[in-house]
């Protein structure tokens, strides 16, 4: 996830705020406990974001499927679980299971940004632009297969 987020820059901003190794926003930062002025130190960078992480399992823990929520704690990461379970809300809506990530819930964190869709009365986080969370999730497991091939 370093490298995707900031090529394991610790100083790196990024256009919406988010900073450091893991480009935590201040808001998710201070809320898992990053000292004030430490938002770039790597350690706190990555300790904020396991913990980050451990809380949004423990939100979509009603995904069975540990591939699944796995998918979907790394869009929620991007994201933020609010547009994660507005996309959820509109695969249900139009027929997809609103459990699978790829094809189904990553469709609609697309369709997010077209205000059919963000306007719909079961989304309650309105426009996000899904394209970025699309690519990182796909990015995000592209990565972790190319690194268990090299580790046998």
């Not at 370093?2 to 901003?13: D, F, K, L, W």
């Not at 979509?60 to 994201?79: H, W």
């Not at 809300?89 to 609103?98: D, Q, R, S, V, W």
Request: charged share 25%; hydrophobic share 35%; with cysteine.
């Amino acid at each position: 996830m370093a490298t995707t987020e900031s090529t394991y820059g610790t100083t790196v901003v990024s256009w919406g705020g988010a900073e450091g190794l893991m480009q935590l926003r201040p808001y998710t930062a201070k809320a898992m406990g990053v000292p004030p002025g430490k938002e770039q130190d790597p350690e706190e960078s990555i300790k904020a974001a396991v913990k980050y992480l451990g809380i949004t399992d423990k939100s979509l823990r009603v995904i069975e499927d540990k591939q699944e929520r796995i998918n979907f704690i790394l869009g929620a990461y991007n994201a933020g679980l609010g547009h994660v379970y507005d996309a959820m809300a509109l695969a249900e809506k139009y027929g997809k299971n609103k459990y699978v990530w790829t094809d189904n819930v990553e469709k609609y964190i697309l369709l997010k940004s077209n205000e059919e869709y963000f306007n719909d009365p079961v989304c309650k986080y309105g426009y996000f632009r899904g394209g970025e969370t699309y690519t990182f999730v796909r990015v995000i497991n592209q990565r972790f297969e190319h690194y268990k091939a090299k580790i046998k």
